[in-house]
């Protein structure tokens, strides 16, 4: 009798792991400093935004990566190799972010986002994002700003999602 319930409990995991499905999403943060020039370091509050925008993605249920953040003024090429990667990671979207980050007062002064489904290449969003309130807190206003952008950018994919 033991040895019953136990395949049809081995039965049962056996099939149930296959209804288990999560999206993936890559991002690809491009820092440019207000005006365009290119920045010489990586800023913290870029990495401060990062954080707070794949913490938020996988609370969401998206299995989520980066790529290095590029200070690139033209990412073409990163892109490029984000994409490869995306391929070869069997990712499902990839999230290019570009952020205009004031090297003055340490914070980020907004966001233009993309996000690229990588089976067909397209685009299937893309927004343009100003922080909702700006503190005396760069790092506080960076986490705060990295939730809202996650926000409008898996409200986005939701609504290309084949369910």
Not at 21 to 31: H, M, P, R
Not at 72 to 79: V, W
Not at 84 to 105: E, M, Q, S
Not at 106 to 116: D, H, L, P, R, T
Request: glycine share 6%.
């Amino acid at each position: 009798m033991k040895k019953i319930h136990l395949c049809f409990l081995l039965l049962i995991l056996t099939f149930s792991t296959g209804l288990v499905y999560a999206n993936t999403l890559n991002i690809l943060i491009n820092q440019v400093d207000n005006g365009g020039i290119v920045p010489e370091f990586e800023a913290e509050n870029v990495q401060v935004f990062l954080d707070s925008f794949m913490e938020y993605m996988f609370d969401a249920g998206f299995i989520v990566s980066s790529e290095k953040i590029s200070l690139a003024p033209d990412i073409t090429s990163d892109e490029g190799l984000a994409i490869h990667a995306c391929r070869h990671g069997y990712f499902d979207y990839l999230a290019v972010i570009r952020l205009k980050f004031n090297p003055d007062t340490n914070q980020i002064m907004n966001a233009e986002w993309q996000v690229k489904e990588i089976a067909s290449l397209l685009v299937k969003n893309h927004g343009h994002e100003y922080p909702n309130e700006k503190t005396t807190n760069p790092e506080g206003d960076a986490k705060k700003f990295g939730v809202q952008v996650a926000r409008k950018i898996y409200s986005s994919v939701n609504d290309v999602m084949d369910w």
